[in-house]
């Protein structure tokens, strides 16, 4: 089925860098959600943008939606060891939630 | 996360054998799904259902089944059909399963077939 490209895969910051991921759609999108998946944990829902070239933030991290709603952004400000994890852009696909292969996260201190 | 558990978290078996892994919700979710998760492969849906008594098949079901004969419970049985079947496997629920319902997790099973 269709999928979401996800970039980039993995990684690497030093503690107070920012970093940016990004979620790209060959098609249009309905809805964007963000989930975190610490290691060895579970996927926790962040965020979810529906509006065309929305923003929204959550302290450090910043999401947007693309005005045509065909991408989407995680970026995160100064970053901390507690930001390590997996990030997941996922959209809806009828009933179901389908997500993208996420982008890794290792942060040194 | 809070509300739905799933056991074991760690479980073995040998290779030809079925193994059942339970998921239960107690947050009065509609809405139930099953996901695997491979390294550097994101997570994949395996079969979805929006109501009891009824699922759909996600996009890797070969290999799997699933019931739901109560709205608490959606047990998935990883078959002897499943080529590969060692993974990390992850159940969710959502409110209703419509557009801009946000899913929750359970800490996830990890199989590891021998």
């Known amino acids: 089925g269709q999928q979401v490209m996800q970039i980039p895969q993995y990684q690497h910051v030093q503690e107070g860098e920012d970093f940016t991921t990004y979620c790209n759609s060959s098609?249009?999108?309905?809805?964007i959600q963000w989930y975190k998946q610490r290691p060895g944990g579970h996927p926790v829902f962040l965020i979810q943008l529906v509006k065309s070239g929305e923003v929204k933030k959550q302290k450090r991290l910043t999401f947007q939606f693309g005005e045509a709603k065909k991408n989407s952004s995680l970026h995160i400000t100064a970053t901390q060891t507690t930001d390590v994890g997996t990030y997941f852009c996922a959209y809806q696909a009828g009933t179901a939630l389908i997500f993208g292969k996420g982008t890794t996260l290792s942060v040194s201190s | 996360d809070g509300g739905i558990t799933q056991s074991p978290k760690y479980l073995f078996r040998k290779e030809g054998q079925n193994v059942t892994l339970s998921c239960e919700q107690n947050l009065n979710h509609d809405a139930m799904y099953w996901y695997r998760q491979d390294p550097g492969q994101g997570l994949r849906l395996i079969y979805y259902?929006?109501?009891?008594?009824?699922?759909q098949k996600g996009d890797i079901a070969e290999g799997y089944s699933v019931s739901r004969e109560k709205k608490e419970s959606f047990p998935l049985t990883v078959t002897s059909a499943q080529k590969n079947p060692t993974a990390f496997y992850l159940c969710?629920?959502?409110?209703?399963?419509?557009?801009?319902?946000?899913?929750?997790f359970g800490p996830g099973t990890r199989l590891t077939v021998l």
């Open positions: 969710a629920s959502s409110s209703s399963g419509v557009t801009t319902d946000t899913q929750y």
């Open positions: 098609t249009t999108l309905s809805n």
């Open positions: 259902s929006q109501i009891v008594n009824d699922f």
